[in-house]
């Protein structure tokens, strides 16, 4: 207890010291934690993706469509469950800073290819039923305050003109990292409306959701898929849906290695400071570690003295960053709601936090630990006297 | 005659800088009895405390033995002298070498961290060397909060609660006026006779050095019997 009381009493020695540590620490770790769940929230749609779905797209380019009529072959390959076309959208909701993700898809498999996407059966028949109706995610309904039954009219910018749609449909994620803000408007509506307005890209799909119940045959099935387009006019690309995810995270790459970076920096950089507090105090104190040598305590008791100063300075620090974590990053969620729709602090980020606590703490009172376990009596008297 | 508690024969210590060797003590041979009470003194300099701090095992000797009853610390490992010093030793500073955010008590208590004594043994201790010093309203002060005569008192029961058989000091009242001197040669010499400890104590104090019995004078390294 008395040797825990001058523990306790040493960490807190210099209380503006100790205080400004703790706090560097805590920003620190903060930051860190930030970053991180920012990577996270980049990896966000790769987390979320099933592993029962594969992606069909244009071999050339994600902006290439392909022929609507592929549909009926992809369907025939063994294996297949569901084939829906898709195309990305990119509607606007009255001005461009108002983005949301939107797709046009076949409706009628829709809710058996996506069952983290949880809607009622009443409002998946009433959005099945009705070719302008649109179904949309939890928050993206929060943002604008739309309910069932209101109109929305998106204005096209892949396709233009006006698009009124009616909200049949708002779903929950059926997990955590299930992307909310997106809305899914009927491809026949879409198709329909182009071959009115411009004949020449109607019977276009932007991509195919192929449904598979198999996983493991994810990659056999992949090239069974692509097999019959091989030297056609469109050639077909199948991945999953994970690795199609992971191709648009991987057009970023540079930044989020950037960003990976500067958060191991910021730990270098907090372990010099804790490191140079660890190191005046112990100097300061050498003749009181010379005095305790001197009554019979061992070098490696002081050093360990020494290590638990630096932990119960690195901890707290870990401690309160950890617990300012969650809420900051609630925080920073609703202003960045539009670029990550999934913005969690995950537990892996937390225990990260925490062991990085550990590993400041450790590092910093090394030296200076070592430096106190094997000083001489002695000397360091003379150096004090 | 009676074996002498310590019994320090030929040590030498030097300390080299570069290829120049400066001899610190030179072929030391001296004895003190158990119950002894020796002052050391000399001019600065002349490795009085190089001397205090080998024969009471917190600095290395070069050569030579210092058998205290019986072995001689000249051969023990670090770990060994811990344990030793622990058991045998208490020490005094001139500067008391207080741990300053300790009270008084706590002060006291710390060498009984190293003994088997339960928590309420050790505060009983504690409170029982403390007011030998004369300072039992005094347990719950900070060093800071206390005079330097008193700091010094606390300094003593810190070296007497674990019981040893020896207390070394060194220039116990270099740091203090005149009465708070006194009080303290005082005190050391109710230690020496009333509890028999063996004391030897380095001063450049004449008074303080008329409180021992034995006075040994050091001059360049060598010993010689006091004038
Ligand atoms: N680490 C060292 N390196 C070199 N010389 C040293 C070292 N330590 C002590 N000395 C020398 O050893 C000699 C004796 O020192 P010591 O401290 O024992 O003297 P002293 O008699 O206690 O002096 P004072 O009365 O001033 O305290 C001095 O000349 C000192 O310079
Ligand atoms: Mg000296």
Request: hydrophobic residues 50%; glycine residues 8%; aromatic residues 8%.
């Amino acid at each position: 207890m008395l040797l825990l009381r001058l523990i306790l009493k040493n960490a807190f020695r210099h209380r503006l010291r100790s205080v400004l540590t703790i706090v560097g620490i805590t920003v620190a770790l903060l930051a860190f934690g930030l970053l991180r769940t920012v990577l996270d929230a980049w990896h966000a749609g790769v987390e979320a993706s099933s592993a029962n779905r594969l992606v069909t797209r244009n071999a050339v380019s994600l902006t290439q469509p392909l022929p609507y009529a592929y549909k009926g072959r992809i369907r025939q390959v063994t294996g297949v469950d569901i084939v829906a076309a898709g195309s990305w959208f990119g509607g606007v909701y009255l001005d461009e800073k108002n983005f949301f993700a939107n797709f046009a898809i076949e409706a009628d498999d829709f809710f058996r290819l996506y069952p983290e996407l949880l809607v009622s059966p009443e409002e998946q028949k009433a959005f099945i039923s009705d070719r302008k109706g649109a179904v949309i995610g939890r928050k993206l309904a929060d943002r604008f305050h739309w309910r069932t039954g209101d109109t929305v009219t998106l204005r096209g910018t892949i396709y233009p003109g006006q698009w009124p749609m009616t909200i049949r449909a708002i779903y929950n994620g059926a997990r955590p990292d299930t992307d909310e803000t997106v809305l899914y408007l009927h491809w026949s509506y879409l198709d329909e409306t182009m071959k009115k307005r411009a004949p020449d890209r109607a019977g276009q799909a932007g991509f195919f959701m192929v449904g598979i119940h198999d996983a493991t045959r994810a990659a056999e099935i992949s090239k069974d898929i692509d097999a019959p387009f091989v030297n056609s006019q469109a050639e077909t690309l199948t991945e999953t849906e994970r690795a199609f995810q992971l191709g648009f995270v991987s057009m970023s790459e540079a930044i989020l290695l950037a960003i990976t970076a500067v958060s191991y920096v910021v730990i270098l950089i907090i372990l010099a400071v804790a490191a140079n507090t660890m190191a005046m105090s112990a100097r300061e104190r050498l003749g009181e570690f010379a005095v305790l040598k001197t009554l019979g305590f061992r070098g490696p008791t002081l050093a360990g003295m020494l290590l638990a100063e630096s932990l119960i300075l690195s901890l707290t620090g870990a401690a309160v960053a950890m617990a300012l974590l969650p809420p900051l990053a609630n925080g920073f969620a609703t202003g960045l709601a539009q670029y990550f729709p999934i913005f969690i602090v995950s537990r892996q980020t937390v225990a990260i936090g925490f062991g990085f606590g550990v590993m400041v703490g450790v590092l910093a009172a090394v030296i200076p630990a070592q430096r106190i376990a094997a000083v001489r009596i002695a000397d360091a008297f003379r150096r004090i006297g | 005659m009676e074996t002498p508690l310590i019994a320090i024969s030929h040590l030498s210590k030097a300390y080299r800088r570069g290829d120049q060797v400066i001899p610190v003590l030179t072929d030391i041979t001296f004895d003190i009895a158990a119950g002894e009470f020796l002052a050391l003194i000399g001019p600065s300099g002349s490795g009085k405390s190089t001397l205090l701090n080998c024969l009471a095992g917190i600095d290395n000797v070069d050569s030579g033995s210092i058998v205290v009853a019986g072995t001689d610390i000249a051969t023990m490992t670090e770990s060994e002298l811990a344990t030793w010093r622990s058991r045998h030793v208490g020490f005094i500073f001139q500067f008391y070498n207080l741990i300053p955010v300790l009270s008084a008590l706590e002060n006291v208590e710390l060498p009984l961290l190293l003994t088997t004594l339960s928590a309420g043994q050790r505060r009983e201790h504690a409170l029982a060397a403390l007011s030998a010093v004369g300072l039992s309203d005094r347990t719950d002060h900070k060093p800071s909060q206390l005079s330097g005569g008193q700091q010094q008192r606390v300094a003593i029961a810190r070296a007497i609660v674990t019981d040893p058989d020896i207390i070394v000091a060194d220039e116990p009242t270099g740091d203090l006026d005149r009465q708070s001197a006194a009080d303290i040669m005082a005190l050391l010499g109710r230690l020496n006779g009333e509890l028999g400890k063996t004391i030897v104590m380095v001063t450049h104090d004449q008074r303080a050095a008329e409180a021992a019995h034995l006075v040994r004078e050091l001059n360049k390294g060598e010993l010689r019997a006091a004038p």
